[in-house]
């Protein structure tokens, strides 16, 4: 069943087309890897997702709802789409912890205690048990990372947007990040990841888009257009990346 | 003329007095230009063009007039314009609360606007409303990062209850004025003036250093 869906979508930033009418369907349990130069839209594509950015013609329709609708759908709409963001964002005023079980208490209205059980299930899935009540100050780029995966597992959604969750941590730190994302793909979660990384693009994507001038250029499986790429853009951007 | 340190206490209970007006003064005053600070700084950071425009002109209005020019305003010709008539009192207070709150109103816009925008996208992200991500979020954190300044503001209103003499208020350098004329202890009084004012700021300060050290500021 297909859970995202855009139809001949636009988002303009003044006269800009950002997104220039895209067409694109992605289905449960795809991993989706998004790549492309900078300014070519790939972030924002991600972002109207989740009505981060909103957008300015055409439809979207994620897990039935139109993005396009009022606030309380696009809180409906959010809570089905977890983001991870590049720069990690967790609540530097609350613990491993408290930022994992915040959006069951805050979101989904679960008690205090239920929460917090739930934040150390998952804190453990990312490895990251023993730092519950470390606050995000006193953790490395790729554990606050791993946090921030977790808080957005803790709401349950159906799909999971990686905003370049790894670009902005040292290599050494990279993988630990990558085989938590890994792991979820292996579970069967439906992910759209816009990333350079072009090994875990080809081991654990299902799909990869390039994209270009707010157009999707290329789209098809990772291994066959990353190895031959059908567009000279592509394998110059390629280069670029490797 | 020698200075006898001796007087001071007969002036003691007078001077306490006074002093007391001076904190009731800027208690209220405080509290009130507090909360209208808080509601004019959201509206500044988070109003449409209306609501930033009203809290704009008002702190525009506030911060560039003195605050004497604003109380003899409150109480000589706010009765002339609208036929309401204020004691000296309210007419203090009344001031500390507008002119607290134009300082205090910039103060919480500066401190909401400093909070890293990723921290309002997490939330947002979650599928929280924006209030929510407003009042667990930005809130906390921002008043973290409101307390310093807000103790300088609290201090400076406290100090500027002085200028209140000029209404005739009987705050503590308005009693300090009046023992004076009567024996012309300048050096005894107003080094008992000082003394209590001083106690007054550092009782805040330390107050607030508290406040700082049990919260820790990120």
Redesign the interface.
């Known amino acids: 069943m297909s859970i995202i869906q855009f139809k001949r979508t636009f988002k303009h930033f003044g006269d800009l087309a950002v997104l220039d009418g895209v067409d694109l369907t992605i289905e449960e349990g795809e991993v989706v890897v998004l790549i492309g130069p900078s300014g070519s839209g790939k972030s924002t594509l991600l972002r109207c997702i ?1 009505g ?1 950015e909103r957008i300015t013609g055409g439809d979207l329709i994620v897990d039935g709802l139109s993005v396009a609708g009022g ?1 309380r759908q696009l ?5 089905e ?3 991870v ?1 590049q ?1 990690f ?5 609350l613990t491993a912890l408290d930022n994992v079980a ?2 069951p208490r ?2 989904r209205g679960a008690s205090k205690a239920e929460a917090e059980v739930q934040a150390l299930d998952l804190l453990a899935k990312v490895g990251l048990r023993d730092k519950a009540h470390s606050f995000p100050s006193a953790l490395s780029g790729g554990q606050q990372q791993r946090v ?1 995966i977790a ?2 597992l803790a ?1 349950k959604p159906k799909v999971m947007l990686f905003d370049e969750p790894t670009s902005a941590l040292d290599p050494e730190l990279k993988q630990e990040v990558l085989n938590v994302m890994r792991g979820l793909a292996e579970e069967g979660m439906t992910m759209v990841v816009v990333t350079h990384e072009m090994a875990f693009a080809k081991q654990v994507g299902t799909r990869l888009i390039f994209m270009e001038h707010g157009h999707i250029a290329v789209d098809g499986d990772p291994r066959e257009v990353i190895d031959t790429p059908p567009n000279e853009r592509m394998k110059d951007f390629l280069r670029h990346v490797e | 003329m020698t200075t006898d340190w001796s007087i001071v206490l007969d002036f003691l209970p007078q001077l306490l007095a006074g002093a007391k007006v001076t904190l009731i003064i800027a208690l209220l005053g405080i509290a009130g230009g507090s909360v209208l600070g808080v509601v004019a700084g959201l509206m500044r950071a988070f109003g449409g063009t209306l609501l930033n425009g009203i809290a704009f002109a008002y702190v525009e209005v506030i911060r560039g007039t003195p605050i004497v020019v604003q109380v003899m305003f409150l109480y000589f010709a706010l009765p002339v314009l609208a036929g309401l008539r204020i004691d000296p009192m309210g007419a203090a207070i009344l001031a500390i609360v507008l002119n607290a709150g134009a300082y205090i109103a910039e103060i919480v816009r500066g401190a909401v606007l400093s909070i890293n925008k990723g921290l309002t996208e997490a939330g947002l992200a979650m599928g929280l409303p924006y209030w929510k991500v407003l009042l667990h979020i930005v809130g906390p954190l921002a008043f973290r990062r409101l307390i310093p300044p807000l103790g300088n503001q609290f201090i400076v209103s406290l100090k500027d209850t002085s200028l209140f003499i000029v209404i005739g208020v009987g705050e503590l350098t308005r009693t300090g004025q009046e023992i004076m004329s009567a024996n012309f202890r300048a050096v005894e009084i107003w080094t008992a003036v000082a003394v209590l004012y001083l106690l007054m700021t550092g009782s805040l300060t330390l107050l607030l250093r508290v406040m700082e050290k049990r919260m820790r500021i990120l």
Request: aromatic fraction near 12%; avoid cysteine.
């Open positions: 989740n981060l606030p809180r409906q709409i959010r809570q789409a977890g983001m963001f720069q964002n967790l609540f530097p005023q915040f959006g805050r979101v921030a808080r957005a709401i």
